[in-house]
């Protein structure tokens, strides 16, 4: 299990990052303003799927 979270954790970081890039080129670009606030909105919801992953990955390898 602690093997998956090996994965998990890089995977996460990456798309809150990608996500993170997104929203800040449509808002510098000027494009929709809508756009670029659910594109953060969807990094808030990702940062918090992120820090559970880390923390659950933490909590294993600790009680492996």
């Not at 940062?47 to 933490?58: D, G, L």
Request: aromatic share 12%; hydrophobic share 60%; charged share 10%.
């Amino acid at each position: 299990m602690a093997q998956t979270f090996q994965y998990l954790v890089p995977i996460a970081v990456l798309v809150v990052f990608c996500v993170l890039l997104a929203g800040l080129w449509t808002m510098f670009r000027g494009q929709s303003a809508s756009l670029s606030q659910t594109l953060m909105r969807w990094r808030v919801a990702l940062q918090f799927v992120a820090v559970v992953v880390i923390m659950t990955a933490i909590y294993l390898k600790r009680h492996a």
